[in-house]
Every structure is written in C-alpha cells, then in structure tokens.
C-alpha cells in the first residue's frame, strides 16, 4: 500500500475520513474550506517553485534554499495532523537519500511559522503510524463514527452524518 501525506494527516483528523479517501471517496471538490486553503496555497509565496510530488506519495508545497521544506496551511486548527504529515515528509526524504532535515508549517493569514524536525522517537512513532494506516485501510467498513468538534467543517459531514 502506498501511504500518502494525506493519509498521514488524515490519521490524526479521523480515522473515518481516512477510510473514506483510501477507497477514492473524495469529497473535499465541494468543500469550501479546501477552496480556500487551496486559493491561500496558490496566493502565497508566489516566487518559489511549489507542488513538488515525489514518487505520487508526497506533495511539498515548497523548498526554500534547497533544504528546507515549506508546507502552507490555513490555520493551526488541526495542527498536530500537519506537524506529522510535514514529519512524514522528511521521513519518506530521508529514506529516499535526501539531506533535507528541516522544515517549517507557514500559516500566511496568520503570519506565523512553525520549525519541524525529525527525531530518532518520529521514527519509530512513523512506523507505528503506518501500520496502524494499512489496518484502518484494510477494514470491510469504516470506524465508528465519533462527533468531534471539527466535523461541522469537514467535507465528508454528509457521508457521516445525513
């Protein structure tokens, strides 16, 4: 199985949602939040080269100085999903013989930044991470539903509870 970014993100978000885009159930297309994430990615930092997909796995928003990668998100709201996506980033990096070790969350609207690195525990908390992936992938049926306060905004609301 190819673990994704956004596999990782969405681990730490739900573990429905995660299911539901692992079988191609996307719904973020309509999800006017998504639109304006993706409007503040394209809007910002215009002067650096983004979107850098490596082997369709990982998707770097940008590098700057050829080692440090960027990732742009809209808000802190779920943060801890984007330190472990942006950690899984230099992760999958270091396995490909990369000499990137640094990254940072940018938060445009906000105008904050966040350093990342990569530690030998994010190594091993990785591992762990994607086995657990592979099994919530693998299930017949998605989790069980669990209300958190983030589902009102979530693009897949209507799959989980209408």
Not at 18 to 26: E, M, Q, R
Not at 47 to 72: G, P, Q
Not at 131 to 148: A, G, V, Y
């Amino acid at each position: 199985m190819k673990i994704t970014g956004i596999h990782i993100y969405y681990y730490f978000v739900c573990h429905r949602k995660l299911w539901y885009f692992d079988k191609g159930i996307t719904m973020e297309d309509t999800s006017e939040d998504v639109k304006i994430g993706r409007h503040i990615d394209e809007s910002s930092y215009a002067r650096d080269e983004k979107h850098i997909n490596i082997d369709n796995v990982i998707n770097i928003d940008f590098l700057r100085n050829s080692n440090i990668l960027h990732e742009v998100k809209k808000s802190k709201s779920i943060e801890e999903a984007s330190i472990w996506q942006v950690k899984y980033y230099l992760y999958y990096l270091y396995l490909k013989g990369a000499n990137i070790k640094k990254a940072r969350i940018d938060y445009p609207q906000l105008r904050e930044s966040r350093a990342i690195e990569l530690n030998e525990e994010d190594f091993i908390k990785l591992q762990d991470i994607t086995n657990e992936i592979i099994n919530i992938c693998n299930r017949e049926l998605p989790s069980i539903l669990e209300k958190k306060k983030i589902c009102r905004k979530c693009a897949y609301y209507e799959i989980c509870f209408i």
